[in-house]
């Protein structure tokens, strides 16, 4: 059974940053395909940052530049650093794996149907 964890949100003010942690419950191991997604209020889950076991990432055009997605495979945990966060970045993130595909799903549109194991969600609000 593949748990992942969640940690890291919280309330920001506009230009601050939040690193996001995932903590995974099974080795990094073989191929897979790791993504951090968002959810806001009364909107679809959109693919935020991908990362496949071969290092390759993806951004989605509205992040590009100001976060950073990453991995620790000693450790199992992902990561996403988000620097000079905006009000619209607010919502749920939620961080999820499954078999190597390619990365580009992640921000490809109805991304999430493509993963199968899935975080709780951490919430980020970001104000002005």
């Known amino acids: 059974q593949v748990q992942l964890v969640e940690s890291g949100g919280g309330s920001v003010q506009a230009g601050e940053s939040l690193t996001l942690s995932c903590e995974v419950s099974?080795?990094?191991?073989?191929?897979?395909?790791m993504g951090w997604f968002r959810q806001a209020p009364g909107k679809e889950r959109e693919g935020v940052a991908g990362?496949?076991?071969?290092?390759?990432?993806v951004y989605a055009d509205s992040v590009k530049g100001r976060f950073t997605i990453s991995k620790d495979e000693t450790k199992n945990i992902l990561y996403l650093k988000m620097n000079s966060l905006k009000p619209e970045d607010s919502a749920m993130y939620y961080c999820?794996?499954?078999?190597?595909?390619?990365?580009?799903?992640?921000?490809?549109?109805?991304?999430?149907?493509?993963?199968?194991?899935w975080g709780q969600g951490t919430q980020v609000t970001v104000s002005s």
């Open positions: 990362i496949d076991s071969n290092g390759m990432t």
């Open positions: 099974v080795h990094f191991d073989n191929g897979y395909c």
């Open positions: 999820a794996i499954d078999g190597f595909r390619p990365v580009s799903m992640v921000v490809a549109l109805n991304g999430a149907n493509a993963f199968g194991y």
